[in-house]
């Protein structure tokens, strides 16, 4: 439940994502494709199967590209399904580039989002170790700290008190964060027969364990200012995935067509609950974290949403959106905004770039601000 956090919540409803419906006789159908190339665009992606594809920068690469530039990554795109390759054919004329990202760094430029904690882990934290030896780390069950402790133990001695005891913390979440990749790893490795067979060995089978590590991970990047900027992608359109774990038995894709069929919308609630639960436990870690005169989520924003507003018959009006965080202070939370009839979701968008500073002049269809 959210309700530990209205504080820091921020809904905003009733706004649509336009763009995202066909325009044309041609493009119908593609309601999944443009919907994640949408998202935080507020564009319409060029129908193309090919190389030319074409749509817009995204709200998080604009702050990206003003806000990241003096931090070790200026931002990093993370995914929990395998969402293949930005190249090929999807279905009704789109490239599946359009599918598998929803970050956009230039109109034609999409940025790959990485499904494997492991890479994600050493990307992140990674010691500039060839393949070979991290493989040979992994086998013997080592850290990545261990080539350091030496220098870990002279940066204590040259700290204070309250400094030496964030870094153990710190250490100590990374080293834990290993652990559970190295878990993972150790079990995928021994099991014969895996729920999710193709995936790679540090790809938990389970979504939720799964979903928790990459938003830890995100934690640890923030804590550190490795980076300012995340985008997270935690399901993928059409998906077939069975979620047993909360009770659902239904593939996803075939329970968001529920025909507003009782025991359908149920299941379907239930499943929404169950992913609104996982985003509640990054929201919660982060506002554990101290970070300044307060805590991550004092000084941070999360963006939470869908491009789908009923899944049902691939509308994307009244599209589920909320935020959490202060922003610092530029978010008081406690606020519900029921916004009019054929409110563009990009003025969400445009009013979170202005209140971080940000002088954009549009996203996608804008038409002002919102009184967030």
């Known amino acids: 439940s959210l309700a530990p956090h209205r504080d820091y919540l921020t809904v905003v409803s009733h706004t649509d994502i336009a763009l995202a419906t066909a325009q044309t006789e041609a493009e119908a159908g593609a309601d999944h494709t443009r919907s994640s190339a949408a998202f935080l665009t507020s564009a319409h992606a060029k129908m193309t199967e090919g190389a030319d594809i074409y749509n817009a920068i995204s709200m998080d690469q604009i702050y990206a590209q003003a806000a990241g530039q003096d931090t070790l990554m200026p931002s990093i795109q993370l995914c929990i399904e395998d969402v293949g390759s930005l190249t090929g054919a999807c279905g009704y004329g789109y490239s599946c580039v359009y599918a598998n990202t929803i970050s956009w760094s230039s109109p034609t430029t999409p940025l790959p989002m990485e499904r494997d904690p492991r890479v994600a882990f050493e990307r992140l934290f990674g010691d500039g170790a060839t393949p070979e030896q991290r493989r040979a780390r992994r086998h013997a069950n080592a850290s990545i700290l261990d080539g350091i402790v030496d220098k870990i133990d ?219």
């Open 154 to 372: 002279d940066l204590k001695l040259a700290l204070g008190t309250t400094d030496r005891a964030r870094l153990s913390d710190y250490l100590e979440d990374v080293r834990e964060i290993e652990r559970r990749i190295q878990q993972v790893e150790t079990t995928n490795s021994e099991t014969v027969i895996r729920d999710i067979p193709a995936a790679p060995v540090g790809v938990p089978d389970s979504w939720s364990e799964h979903v928790r590590l990459m938003f830890d991970l995100q934690v640890l990047a923030f804590m550190t200012e490795m980076t300012r900027v995340s985008t997270f992608k935690m399901g993928r359109d059409v998906s077939s995935r069975v979620y047993d774990e909360a009770g659902i038995t239904t593939p996803f894709h075939s329970l968001s067509h529920h025909g507003n069929r009782p025991d359908q919308l149920a299941e379907f609630a239930k499943l929404n609950a169950f992913h609104v639960d996982q985003v509640e436990y990054f929201i919660r870690r982060l506002r554990e974290t101290p970070d300044g005169d307060g805590n991550l989520l004092d000084h941070s924003l999360v963006l939470y949403g869908s491009p789908m507003g009923d899944g049902s018959v691939h509308n994307h009006l009244r599209v589920p959106l909320f935020f959490a965080g202060h922003a610092n202070g530029q978010f008081k939370g406690n606020h519900h905004l029921l916004c009019p009839e054929g409110t563009p979701m990009a003025n969400a968008l445009l009013t979170v770039l202005h209140r971080l500073g940000l002088d954009t002049g549009a996203v996608g269809d804008s038409t002002g601000e919102l009184d967030l």
